[in-house]
């Protein structure tokens, strides 16, 4: 990109021709955050290899310092979504103390329960009830380090399913995760909220236990007030429409978060908005129907195996900025009248214009007014962090 500030004076007369305010436009972008995920820093792979990244954080401390590198940079990336047993440690005052030195706080803390051996055949919905009340005795303690470390979410995700017909029974199944949720529910203290994620398949191959949205969103309408749906982009089969989920569950109320990343198959975990980048614009456009909405809880959920991690994220971040600035720019008031007149064509060409415009100037100005990099990869590479971590990350 060239001078932002040089460019940033026309695109600003355009947004006013649309009857827009650059100016609250360029609020909400600095208001814009998203949670970047511990694990996202970290060393990951495919089933057929995983290649160790030179600089790669050896622990959670360098994972954070990582986090608030991206943060610095983009201005957009202040709180890190943690991961457990992964980012587990002897003393959480000590880490949530990291935290805040390094300027960012704690995002989501999300459970694993799918890893140990004893969850081969499932974790809350296993048909043996030790391995249930095993599974339980880890979300339980993940609320107690959530409490620790002043977290507002639990983010479940269960891999639970099965992989033939006649494994097990369905609503069995069922059953048994709607009593370990309504257990945790009744203990979960009332700052914290739960994150119920769904995910069409993979580990389990024939029936996953939460595989869709109505399967998360019953399950919360069950827990209670506190319990809401997460989405995320890799969790559908293709062709979704996830705009379309974006809009029933917020009119629902039952929005509570969303995982970004981008796939072209099935779940890729890639750099948001690398392949489908028209997608997450009509995203965004659901998630903020007007400047100023308030946003649900939003988390980049990806694994970079053969990229940069640091990098990755940074461009992760300011993808995610961009398709958020351009769906403020759609002209709402020339939509809905389009669509009144039923303008088919008028209607989807106010949402190409929003679309292709080229919002860097704006995103840059909004950084910078925050304190953040006007083009943070160049910066991130002027800085020769990567280099630092490199040398200093040995052993
Ligand atoms: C599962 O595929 C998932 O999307 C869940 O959010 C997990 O917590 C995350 O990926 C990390 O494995
Ligand atoms: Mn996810």
Known sequence: ????????????????ARGLDPEAIER???????????????????????????????????????????HRLTGAAPAVALHFPWDRVEDYARLAAHIRE???????????????????????????ARIRARALDHLRECVQIATELGAGAQSLWFADGTNYPGQDDIRARRARMLEALQELYRQLPAEQELLV???????????TDLADWGSALLLCQQLGERANVLIDLGHHAQGVNIEQIVALLSDAGRLGGFHFNNRKYADDDLIVGSVNPFEL????????RDVGDPLPRLTIDQSHNV??????????????????????????????????AGDVIGAYALLQDAFTTDVRPLCAKARVAVGAAAEPLTELQRSGYAHRIVAQRRG
């Open 1 to 16: 990109m060239s001078d932002w500030s040089e460019e940033y004076p026309l695109l600003a007369a355009r947004i006013a």
């Open 28 to 70: 909400a972008l600095g208001a814009f955050e998203v949670e970047t995920p511990s694990w996202g820093y970290g060393d990951s792979g495919t089933r057929f290899a995983t290649f160790p990244a030179p600089g790669r954080p050896r622990d959670v401390y360098e994972r954070i310092e990582d986090a608030a590198e991206v």
């Open 102 to 128: 390094q300027g960012l706080r704690v995002g989501a803390v999300n459970p694993n329960l799918f890893q140990d051996p004893d969850y081969r055949l499932g974790s809350i919905t296993n048909a043996d």
């Open 197 to 207: 994620e769904y995910k069409l398949f993979e580990p389990a191959f024939y029936a």
């Open 281 to 288: 614009f009509l995203i965004f456009t659901e998630l903020a």
């Open 307 to 340: 990229e940069a991690k640091v990098a990755a994220m940074v461009l992760s971040v300011t993808n995610l900025q961009e398709a958020y600035a351009k769906a403020l720019l759609v002209d709402r008031h020339a939509l809905s009248q389009a669509q009144a």
